[in-house]
C-alpha cells in the first residue's frame, strides 16, 4: 500500500453474530497490508435486510448512522460483498434527492469489498496464510454482480503456494440464500442450494470457499443435510489470513 491509509473495517451482522473469526481474518490481511485499521466500536447494521423488504424508513437511519461512524476513514471495506455492494450501490439510490446525497455518495464511493480492496487499491502480495488443499470458489451473486468481484479472490489464492482451485460448473450460478429470499421462497432456496451442493461434490474440491458468510452458512447446512460432512466451508479472508481453526 501506497502512503498511509485509515481503512474502516465493517464486520457485518453475520460475521460478528455467527463466525467472528471472519473479522479477525479481515483485520490480519489488511494490517498485512499496512493499513491503520479502525474498528467503530458503535457499529451496527448496514440495513440490508429493511432495505431488500422494502422498508427504505428502517433503512436510512442505519446507513446514516454508518456513514457518520465511518467518515474519518479514507477507505470503508467489509468482507462481505452483499453489505459492500448495498452501501456503494444502493446507498445513494435510497438517498437520491435527499440533502444526504453528497454524504452519502462519498461514502459509497470509497466502500470496497475486501478482495477488491485487497488486489485493486493495497496491492497485497505477501498472503499470510499456509492452507493447503483443493479449493473450489462460489462467486456470491452482489459481489459479481454488482462489484465486480470474480478474479481478486482468485489471483489472491493463486500466490498461495499449498492452494489448487477447481473450478466447479456454474459457480457464478446463485446458491439459493439472497438473504429475506430464502426466507420467503424456502422451496426454491433448497433445490438452488441442492444443484449448488451437487456442483461442489462433482468438484472433488477439500473446500469450497467464497467471499459472503450469508451464502456459506447456506451451503454448509445443505452440504450437511444431504449428508456430506467432510467438504469444508470457509471464507477466502479465513483462507488467505490462515485463520481456518477454531
Keep these: 500500500m501506497t502512503g498511509h491509509m ?3 473495517l465493517f464486520i457485518t451482522c453475520l460475521t460478528d453474530l455467527m463466525r467472528p473469526r471472519i473479522g ?4 490480519k490481511l489488511l494490517h498485512t497490508a499496512g ?3 479502525i474498528v467503530p466500536a458503535t457499529q451496527t447494521c448496514c440495513g440490508q435486510p429493511g432495505y431488500n423488504s422494502g422498508d427504505y424508513a428502517a433503512a436510512r437511519p442505519l446507513a446514516l448512522k454508518l456513514a457518520r461512524e465511518f467518515a474519518d476513514c479514507d477507505y470503508v471495506v467489509s468482507p462481505s460483498g452483499s ?6 450501490v444502493h446507498y445513494p439510490v435510497l438517498f437520491r434527492d435527499t440533502p444526504h446525497a453528497a454524504e452519502i455518495e462519498t461514502l459509497a464511493n470509497k466502500t470496497y469489498e475486501l478482495t477488491d480492496f485487497l488486489v485493486r487499491v493495497a496491492k497485497l ?5 499456509n492452507f493447503t488443499g483443493t479449493l473450489t470458489y462460489h462467486d456470491a451473486c452482489s459481489g459479481l454482480r454488482e462489484l465486480g468481484v470474480k478474479t481478486q479472490p482468485r489471483a489472491l489464492l493463486a500466490r498461495m503456494p499449498g492452494v489448487r482451485l477447481v473450478e466447479m460448473d456454474e459457480s457464478e450460478t446463485c446458491c439459493g440464500f439472497g438473504g429475506t429470499f430464502a426466507i420467503k421462497f424456502g422451496d426454491i432456496a433448497t433445490r438452488m442450494a ?3 451442493c451437487q456442483n461442489i461434490d462433482a468438484s472433488g474440491a477439500s473446500a469450497i470457499v467464497a467471499g459472503d458468510l450469508g451464502c456459506l452458512l447456506h451451503l454448509e447446512g445443505r452440504l450437511r443435510r444431504r449428508g456430506n460432512h467432510h467438504t ?3 471464507h477466502v479472508a479465513e483462507v488467505l489470513a490462515g485463520e481456518t481453526e477454531g
Design 6 to 8: 485509515r481503512v474502516g
Design 24 to 27: 479477525f481474518a479481515a483485520l
Design 35 to 37: 493499513a491503520e485499521v
Design 83 to 88: 453489505c459492500a455492494g448495498m452501501i456503494r
Design 125 to 129: 502480495e505477501n498472503i499470510p496464510g
Design 194 to 196: 441442492d444443484n449448488k
Design 232 to 234: 469444508r466451508v470457509l
